[in-house]
């Protein structure tokens, strides 16, 4: 069975400026999400609920975050050969950093060599989405293709807003174009939407060596996947093909989670993102028993809620409270809260996203706010109530309005 040769390489040394300054200090995929987990754990999660358990993880970019959760969260059983193993930049080729992604899987080619794999997965590790890779394996292996790309469909009015690829009736690649000022080719099925690479490559694995090993050796290069690889390959008349994500289907599936999926690659789509969690039929469905979310468990007792007395009463509406948290005597309407967070008496806390060990202070008022982990909030504290005060305070500000309170930041009234 083809399965039984796979190998997974996750890219997860992106440093995710457009993210900052919750990439201030730890890589994009490390960024909390939904709570309890980190952006990686998604596509983890879905290389191990589809079987797939052959799992290296390439880092780079303040990695100690990411390199923690994943040797907590993710330690699978070695003694039948499953792992996820974190994969450092080692500078093996020529003493250089990753120059690109290319350039990152060329630098570990030998964990492609050293085991003989016939396929590789080459995927990103920081979306944030569901997917039984099986099913995009299954159609690499029936088309007999070189490379397969996972694309989305996005209505062709928003193709201006991405690098779109084109494909034939067969859904063979035939160009791509970064952010086109006219009107692309439509996806063969669906006038009124085109395809977008979502940087998940499936590669035979001889393919991959050989094309990574000739690329190398182009100083002009960026060493990149999408801008050399595939371009080169095209030229060549390698077999190309692309895989409609949006047919992708997995134990457990809603309707409205068909063909979810989610960049977070800057302040605003993040927070929305998980803002889109608390709807009452949300396209992520965080509970499936079919398509299980594992993350690093934490040993903190469980959330508890106390106080409705003197017109303070801790309560949450709408929202997502994590273990260890305490809502003594405050309230919250819309959030998002990490493990270990305590909102103290007569505040109110909507519209906001409160990670790990943030201690808010009685009478504080939070709306459309990202507090980064060990943040301690002074009593009577007020943030993004006035964005002209957030920024004057030093504070970041997202063009959507979104005020970001940095890790371990000293806050004063």
Known sequence: MYFEKVLTMIMAGGQGKRLYPL????????????????????????????????????????????????????DLSSSIDQYVDLVPAQMRTDGNWYK??????????NQITDDKYQTVCVFGGDHVYKMDVRKMLDYHHTKNADITISAIPVP???????????????????????????????????????LVSMGNYIFKADKLVEELTEDSKNEASEHDFGKNIIPNMLKKGKEVFVYDFSTNTFPGMSDSERGYWRDVGNIDSYFQANMDLLEYNPELNLYSKDWPLRTFNYNFPPAKFIWDEDKRVGVAKNSLVSEGCIISGGSLSNCVLSPKVRINSYCHISNSILLENVN??????INRAIIDKNVEIPAGTEIGINKEDDLRRGFYVSAGGITVVPKDAILNN
């Open 156 to 194: 062709i009015e928003l193709a201006s807003e991405y690098g779109v690829i084109e494909v034939d009736d067969n859904w063979r690649l035939t160009g791509f174009i970064e952010k086109p000022k006219t009107t692309p080719k439509s996806m063969p099925n669906d006038p009124t939407k085109c």
């Open 360 to 365: 808010v202070g009685r009478y504080s008022k």
């Open 100 to 109: 690109g992604t290319a350039d990152a899987v060329y630098q570990n080619i």
């Open 23 to 74: 990439t201030r200090d730890r890589a994009k995929p490390a960024v909390p999400f939904g709570g309890r987990y980190r952006i990686i754990d998604f596509v983890l999660n879905n290389f191990v609920n589809s079987g797939l358990y052959r799992i290296k993880v390439l880092t780079q970019y303040k990695s100690d975050s990411l390199n923690k959760h994943i040797s907590r969260g993710w």
